[in-house]
């Protein structure tokens, strides 16, 4: 599997140049910052009007203006995660509250009907099973947002070389033979 393309800033860093001439290098240059708007990320109503949305976007927005991506274009799918964030914490809260319904329902077990009780108990773990596929399912959506906006780790790496490039003494090459 190729691997890929590195950033001009990436190339200039490591000194990646080898193979590229000054103008290559320019022209990726200018083709990347072609591609950003220019313009800072804005929160949309909805993810401001979310109280855990809100503050999960002002984190993110802070992150990615330290690494120079606090861009429009990053807006979109930042916005929709941020939403996604908010939804899980809520869905969490709901499991958090099933847990102690059947701590309290397990708690007075004695004074109740052992059918009534089994209904119970199994209509809060059928509720409880259907909130954790759906928040299942919202973390992975979170992950491939994470996955296609270097908000993970392993993202992150991807846009870092693998190996640096040695430095090469031509003397020494040309006496070596």
Same mark, same amino acid.
């Given at each position: 599997?190729?691997q890929?393309?590195?950033?001009?800033?990436?190339?200039?860093?490591?000194?990646?140049?080898?193979?590229?001439?000054?103008?290559?290098?320019?022209?990726?240059?200018?083709?990347?910052?072609?591609t950003?708007?220019?313009?800072?990320?804005?929160?949309?109503a909805?993810?401001?009007?979310?109280?855990?949305?809100? /503050? %999960?976007?002002?984190?993110?927005?802070? #992150?990615?203006? &330290?690494?120079? *991506?606090?861009? $429009? @274009?990053?807006?979109?799918?930042?916005?929709?995660?941020?939403?996604l964030?908010?939804?899980?914490?809520?869905?969490?809260?709901?499991?958090?509250?099933?847990e102690?319904?059947?701590?309290?329902?397990?708690?007075?077990?004695?004074?109740m009907?052992?059918?009534?009780?089994?209904q119970?108990?199994?209509?809060?773990?059928? /509720? %409880?099973?259907?909130?954790?596929?759906? #928040?299942?399912? &919202?973390?992975? *959506?979170?992950? $491939? @947002?994470e996955d296609?906006?270097?908000m993970?780790?392993?993202?992150?790496?991807?846009?870092?070389?693998?190996?640096?490039?040695?430095?090469?003494?031509?003397?020494?090459?040309?006496?070596?033979?």
């Amino acid at each position: 599997m190729p691997q890929r393309a590195k950033s001009a800033s990436i190339l200039m860093l490591t000194n990646d140049v080898s193979h590229r001439t000054k103008r290559e290098i320019a022209l990726r240059a200018a083709a990347e910052k072609g591609t950003l708007t220019g313009e800072g990320m804005r929160e949309r109503a909805d993810v401001k009007n979310n109280l855990d949305a809100h /503050k %999960e976007f002002m984190r993110l927005r802070r #992150l990615f203006r &330290k690494i120079e *991506k606090d861009d $429009a @274009i990053y807006a979109q799918p930042i916005n929709d995660y941020c939403l996604l964030h908010a939804e899980c914490l809520a869905i969490a809260g709901k499991i958090d509250r099933i847990e102690e319904d059947l701590d309290y329902l397990e708690a007075r077990r004695g004074d109740m009907d052992p059918v009534e009780y089994l209904q119970l108990r199994g209509a809060l773990y059928d /509720k %409880e099973l259907k909130l954790s596929a759906e #928040l299942d399912k &919202k973390r992975d *959506k979170k992950r $491939a @947002i994470e996955d296609k906006n270097l908000m993970n780790i392993q993202s992150a790496l991807r846009s870092i070389p693998k190996k640096p490039d040695e430095k090469k003494n031509p003397l020494k090459e040309a006496l070596s033979g």
